[in-house]
Nanobody
Framework: QVQLVESGGGLVQPGGSLRLSCAASGFTFSTYVMTWYRQAPEKERELVATISSTGRTTNYADSVKGRFTISRDNAKNTVYLQMNSLKPEDTAVYYC?????????????WGQGTQVTVSS
């Protein structure tokens, strides 16, 4: 059974930090591209950061560059999102996504999300 379980969300003051984790099971984690998305109230889901299966390549949304860092530990089947210098506009539900395309087939898995609230 495929599972992606996010943790680490919470309430933090502006300028603070949080570290999100996403623990994966039920599939070969090390072969999947992992991505963090977020969705704020009444807004569309947006890509935050993505990391290749090996961890060598990362990409970020312009809005989080220089503040967020995505990383992964394939031995622990876990992907992380270190969030620093948090702003109120970072408030959203953060989702973990695993994706792998092989030929014409795509496997696509989602976690249940973790709430991040940035407020004083």
């Amino acid at each position: 059974q495929v599972q992606l379980v996010e943790s680490g969300g919470g309430l933090v003051q502006p300028g603070g930090s949080l570290r999100l984790s996403c623990a994966a099971s039920g599939f070969t984690f090390s072969t999947y591209v992992m991505t963090w998305y977020r969705q704020a109230p009444e807004k569309e889901r947006e890509l935050v950061a993505t990391i290749s299966s090996t961890g060598r390549t990362t990409n970020y949304a312009d809005s989080v560059k220089g503040r967020f860092t995505i990383s992964r530990d394939n031995a622990k089947n876990t992907v992380y999102l270190q969030m620093n210098s948090l702003k109120p506009e970072d408030t959203a539900v953060y989702y973990c996504n695993a994706r792998k395309t092989t030929g014409w087939q795509t496997a696509d898995y989602w976690g249940q999300g973790t709430q991040v609230t940035v407020s004083s």
